[in-house]
């Protein structure tokens, strides 16, 4: 029997192995799982397997994850993204090279009503990216501008990867929810100032005659800021409850969906077609996400188990590292393992194995997770694998892969730096957390 380190790379190892063959994330841990349970607990693994099963499957805490999804779904099937571009197009205003902030606000409103980034780079690269381009501004920064605030889908909430670790790593949900807030706006500022900084340096990336656009009337202004007001309503429903301690995240998310059927009635497209097609879709993505987890779960038990767990931590011990070289150790794995492969299947891999190690070296669990959770979204835009690059340039054809991947590099770029400043400065992701 395969016992201690190992085990961890041998299961790890075929896991990895499987996903890259070309089969589904859920097959691979059915597949990993069956047969590790037969090899190390015999027959009696299966009533574990399946006790563990119905643990994950009818855990309460998943409930938000549909309701989050469906929310997003009502939201955007009514046509209030259309609002949503129209009124903070009027905002922005006279601004040089304001459709590349304008690309960045989007993506980072967007942002709250998805939770995906892959969603949020198809919908701007198929909708904003090509005007942009005809306007005559610089592809590879509108791109990268794209690519940078569709990552922030999973850091700003509503967040349904932050469901995930949360349930996986028994860290406050509600939380991890709100310690995104702050983080995303820092990462949304770092990117307007990259960009004003570009076009101070080379006007020509943007068209001059963006300059002679009139600012709006304050008439004009005043009902852009009107029509926003329902998602206004929306945020302060799901956030605002979370942060006062009123609501639980599911209870939030339950509001948010309340809050979405009431903005597409005031837009006047709710109907019980939306309805149905937008449950229907939710259900099938919440289907997949839940049965992936409910795979995956049996795998820790495995691992700690066989000992790999244990084993692995006590050789972290005796490695010596200070905390700052484990965290970028820690960071450094995810970082390039998720150009390779889907965040959640990383997510479900690794932090069984990173849980022992983080308690070890006394991490606050809060800023270690929002901090592994941005890392695996950046490795979404990292070439020559992310899967959010693909995403972009299969909505736009005009273009091509290998400027997708050089827009994104400086963008990486500003990730890793706002990524030492949340880890230098950790006040930025707890304190709003600690206000719960």
Known sequence: MIEGIPAVLVGVG?????????????????????????????????????????????????????????????????????????????????????????????????????????????????????????????????????LAGASLAPLIPP????????????????????????????????????????????????????????????????????????FTIIIALVMGLILMGVATPTEAGAMG????????????NLSIRMIVEAVGESAKISAMILIIMASSKLFSQLLAFSGGASALTQWIVELQVSSWVMLFMLMLLPFILCMFIDQIALMLIVIPIYLPIIDRFEYDPIWFWLLFLVNITVGGITPPFGYTLFALKSAWNEGSLSSVFAAAWPFVGLFVIGMVLLALVPELTTLLPSML
């Open 14 to 146: 075929l896991l990895l192995l499987a996903m890259g063959s070309g089969m589904p994330v859920f097959v691979a841990f059915l597949v990993v799982n069956l047969g590790a349970s037969m090899l190390l607990l015999g027959p009696a693994g299966f009533g574990m397997f399946s006790g563990s099963f119905f643990e994950t499957a009818t855990s309460s805490s998943l409930v938000t994850i549909p309701l989050f999804i469906l929310m997003g779904e009502l939201l955007f099937r009514s046509r209030a993204v259309e609002v949503l571009f129209q009124s903070i197009d009027t905002l922005v205003g006279r601004v040089r090279g304001r459709q590349f902030i304008l690309s960045i606000v989007l993506a980072t409103v967007f942002s709250t009503l998805s939770g995906a980034a892959m969603g949020v780079a198809a919908m701007l690269g198929r909708s904003l990216l090509p005007g942009m381009v005809s306007r005559g501004y610089d592809a590879r920064l509108s791109i990268g501008t794209i």
């Open 159 to 230: 967040s349904v990867l932050v469901i995930i670790i949360g349930t996986l790593a028994g860290v406050s949900i509600a939380g991890l929810l709100i310690a995104g807030i702050i983080p995303g706006l820092v990462f949304s500022s770092l990117f307007a100032a990259y960009v004003f900084i570009r076009i101070w340096r080379n006007p020509t990336l943007a068209p001059a005659d963006e300059d002679a656009k009139s600012r709006p009337s304050l008439l004009e202004a005043a009902t852009a800021l009107i029509k926003l007001l329902p």
């Open 257 to 268: 969906v309340l809050g979405s059927l009431m903005t597409a009635a005031i837009y006047r």
